[in-house]
């Protein structure tokens, strides 16, 4: 039985973890190599259209990548 957490609904802040949001395989191949990651940068893509990207440095093989708020799921939020 799989226990799901509860969606955190709010804008990702610096030092939330999070994993990435997708298909189930291949998020799952993503997490066993990735681990979880940290929020450690927002970088605003344009001034026009206000798309933010997010930079994260996953836990467990301590890579830098950027996603847009779409591509990933909070999980512990900062406050």
Do not use: T
Request: proline fraction near 4%; glycine fraction near 6%; aromatic fraction near 8%.
């Amino acid at each position: 039985m799989f226990h799901r957490l509860p969606p955190i609904d709010r804008e990702p802040e610096v030092g939330d973890l999070c994993r990435l949001n997708g298909a189930e395989g291949q998020a799952h191949r993503f997490r066993e190599k990735h681990g979880v990651g940290m929020i450690v940068k927002k970088h605003l893509i344009s001034e026009k259209s206000r798309a933010i990207q997010y930079e994260i440095k996953w836990l467990k093989s301590e890579e830098h990548m950027r996603f847009f708020k779409d591509d990933i799921f909070i999980i512990s939020d900062v406050d």
